[in-house]
């Protein structure tokens, strides 16, 4: 199967940036995309960014211009970039791939364990 672990959480003062890391492992085979989702306590996990296999990418409102994120093919890893970081961005961060893996090509949609952002004074 396939393995996602994320990093780069952690306590930032308002205004401040993080670096979000995901790395996908196992025996893949291709990626279609790579998303990052958040949810903050009591609310649905929400759609942040996803960058796509031919690189195409999109934002959801809340991080336009905010929000950047990137993916090295090569280590099967999806970046975001977090600059200008407000209260109200305080939630769990998830990534989210969906490609195919193994000698037969199969289709795995997989989610990493989850970071904690928390933007507070």
């Known amino acids: 199967q396939v393995q996602l672990v994320e990093s780069g959480g952690g306590l930032v003062q308002p205004g401040g940036s993080l670096r979000l890391s995901c790395a996908a492992s196992g025996s893949i085979r291709s990626i279609a995309f790579m998303r990052w989702y958040r949810q903050a306590p009591g609310k649905q996990r929400d759609l942040v960014a996803a960058?796509?296999?031919?690189?195409?990418?999109n934002y959801a409102d809340p991080g336009k211009g905010r929000f950047t994120i990137s993916r090295d093919n090569t280590k099967n890893t999806v970046y975001l970039q977090m600059n200008s970081l407000k209260p109200e961005d305080t939630a769990v961060y998830y990534c989210n791939v969906k490609g195919s893996y193994g000698s037969s090509w199969s289709v795995f949609r997989s989610w990493g364990q989850g970071t904690q952002v928390t933007v507070s004074s």
């Open positions: 960058v796509r296999v031919g690189g195409s990418i």
